[in-house]
């Protein structure tokens, strides 16, 4: 069963626009991290940001904020203010860290900013 | 070492070749993992280390796969009677999980292409 879903294969955003990439997961561990990584077009995967499932407030660093949402089993990327440097392909992961602290990713969004 | 180096950075070998991909994860990471990539594709779990152990080999796509892990340090994946859906990109990633969020560190990855 798909534990990491990304529903969008790929998006289109106008520059300077605000962005959320859906991802959803499933898991049964009460203690889990949730992490989303940016690989550009040069192949490189570069860690965004991190949540843990035990944290009260969404993470956020720099322009990227993670919207938590536990009940939902919801951990979207919001990306504010866009640039072109921000297209991409964006994963969503989670690490189940009660079980074997193995990472799997999803499919991933592409994601393209227009100028 | 700085970061995560894996060698070669490209093998072209001929269907049903043998063939051996190295990681050199960052000095002191414990948590070791390899995935693979293929074209415009996410990330495949395959397996992954804790120390000299591999927790969970699920993610192994055929008993031609097979990895090890020598002394917590350096790890190799081996891919036995290659054929060419195995071609893809290997990505091995590394982490301290006991440090913050125990973010993967990634390599540039191993780009395999079988004829």
């Known amino acids: 069963a798909q534990k990491i879903t990304q529903t969008q294969p790929g998006m289109f955003v106008q520059e300077k626009e605000a962005v959320t990439l859906d991802c959803t997961y499933d898991?049964?561990?009460?203690?889990?991290?949730l992490f989303w990584y940016k690989q550009p077009s040069s192949g490189e995967m570069i860690f965004l940001i991190y949540?843990?499932?035990?944290?009260?407030q969404n993470a956020t660093e720099g322009r990227y904020s993670l919207n938590f949402q536990k009940a939902r089993k919801s951990a979207n990327l919001v990306i504010s203010a866009s640039q072109l440097g921000d297209s991409a392909m964006y994963f969503c992961a989670m690490r189940e860290e009660g079980r074997d602290d193995k990472i799997i990713f999803g499919k991933g969004t592409r994601l393209h900013i227009l100028p | 070492g700085a970061g995560v180096s894996q060698s070669p950075s490209n093998k072209v070998t001929e269907k049903g070749k043998d063939v051996e991909l190295r990681c050199d994860p960052i000095?002191?990471?414990?948590?070791l993992y390899w995935y693979r990539q293929s074209l415009g594709q996410g990330l495949e779990f395959l397996i992954y280390?804790?120390?000299?152990?591999?927790?969970?080999k699920s993610g192994l796509p055929s008993d031609r796969f097979s990895a090890e892990r020598t002394g917590g340090s350096v790890s190799t994946l081996t891919i036995q009677r290659t054929q060419q859906e195995d071609s893809a990109v290997y990505l091995c990633?590394?982490?301290?999980?006991?440090?913050?969020?125990?973010?993967?560190?990634f390599g540039e990855g191993s780009r395999l292409t079988v004829l």
């Open positions: 949540q843990g499932s035990y944290d009260q």
């Open positions: 898991t049964s561990d009460p203690s889990y991290g």
């Open positions: 000095s002191g990471h414990t948590a």
């Open positions: 280390f804790q120390g000299n152990s591999a927790p969970d």
């Open positions: 990633a590394s982490s301290l999980i006991s440090v913050n969020t125990g973010e993967l560190f």
